[in-house]
């Protein structure tokens, strides 16, 4: 049984640039989280996916988008890259929306330079 | 807005000692806690709590909560090596946010 699986590993890209990162829940399960973990602090929380529609979502600006696809994989895009988007992008996969014992991926390092 | 505050934020202990990971929350709506262990890259599932004084336990990890004071603890008995890692706690509220606090960086000594 695969678990969560996230594309590419590591990262690395230019102030100004756009990226896109992709998750492949467990199997089973219907809904994507993304979360943002800076070094040093705990992951914080972008956005949720769920039915192919955007549930939830923090305290992120627009340049933050996601998207889910009928096999409820998730794709993170970020535009206009910053220094400040360099961190670990984590995504957690669960049942349901109220099914909070999440499972995450390994993550995606992305660097800006 | 919602909080979620960890204490210590680093701690370093001897093999075989115990240790008392403490998660203090500020929730509107609470639905439950979560705690997490993060060693490389992905946290890993170990507790969910959402009720008052019921411990749960999985080998020498326990940990209770105490909706009353809004706090949690994750306690590890005769801790070993392969317990060094960040310990995350969560909490979750009925608009299914979750919120994460800092981490508690835990070190174990041989």
């Known amino acids: 049984d695969a678990g969560v699986t996230q594309s590419p590993t590591h990262l690395i890209k230019t102030r100004g640039q756009q990226v896109t990162l992709r998750c492949s829940p467990k199997s089973g399960h219907d809904t994507v989280s993304w979360y943002q973990q800076a070094l040093g602090q705990g992951p914080q929380f972008i956005f949720q996916y769920y039915e192919e529609e955007e549930r939830q979502r923090g305290n992120f600006p627009d340049r933050f988008s996601g998207h889910q696809f009928p096999n409820y994989s998730s794709e993170l895009n970020v535009n206009a890259l910053l220094l400040g988007d360099s961190a670990l992008y984590l995504c957690?996969?669960?049942f349901g929306t109220g099914g909070y014992e999440q499972y995450f991926g390994p993550g995606t390092r992305l660097t800006v330079t | 807005e919602d909080k979620v505050v960890q204490s210590p934020l680093s701690l370093v202990v001897h093999e075989g000692d115990t240790v008392t990971l403490n998660c203090s929350y500020e929730?509107?709506?609470?639905?439950?806690l979560l705690w997490y262990k993060q060693e490389k890259k992905a946290p890993t599932f170990l507790f969910m709590l959402t009720s008052s004084g019921i411990e749960k336990k999985s080998g020498r990890l326990s940990s209770i909560l105490d909706k009353k004071e809004l706090f949690s603890i994750l306690n590890i008995t005769a801790t070993q090596t392969g317990d060094s890692a960040v310990y995350l706690c969560?909490?979750?509220?009925?608009?299914?946010?979750?919120?994460f606090g800092k981490g508690t960086r835990l070190h174990i000594l041989p």
């Open positions: 969560a909490e979750t509220n009925r608009d299914d946010k979750i919120i």
């Open positions: 957690a996969s669960s």
């Open positions: 929730v509107t709506n609470f639905r439950s």
